[in-house]
């Protein structure tokens, strides 16, 4: 099993910033990929961002140029800094990890709040 600690996230204005992070414990082994996929009220969850352990990355087409994935693998965390937010980037934010973007493990979720 592969157990993920969220940290981070919070309320800020339009245009701010914030940053998440997410440490995994367990069996790492199992682990190529980490990220994040967001729930916006009344809505479906949905892939933010994804590094692999290679360093490779997926962003959504709507966080491109905003949002920057990083990882570190020693620490086994995987970072999410969110620059020029807007209220449509308000949801919950997961961590998630597994061994491709369709993630096994999932964090228990973190709330952003961007206000206008």
């Known amino acids: 099993q592969v157990q993920l600690v969220e940290s981070g996230g919070g309320f800020v204005q339009a245009g701010g910033s914030l940053r998440l992070s997410c440490a995994a414990s367990?069996?790492?082994?199992?682990?190529?990929?980490m990220g994040w996929y967001r729930q916006a009220p009344g809505k479906q969850r949905e892939l933010v961002a994804a590094?692999?352990?290679?360093?490779?990355?997926n962003y959504a087409d709507y966080v491109k140029g905003r949002f920057t994935i990083s990882r570190d693998n020693a620490k086994h965390t995987v970072y999410l800094q969110m620059n020029s937010l807007r209220p449509e980037d308000t949801g919950v934010y997961y961590c998630?990890?597994?061994?491709?973007?369709?993630?096994?493990?999932w964090g228990q979720g973190t709330q952003v709040t961007v206000s206008s």
């Open positions: 367990g069996t790492i082994f199992r682990i190529n990929s």
């Open positions: 998630g990890s597994g061994w491709t973007y369709e993630f096994d493990y």
């Open positions: 590094i692999t352990r290679g360093g490779s990355t």
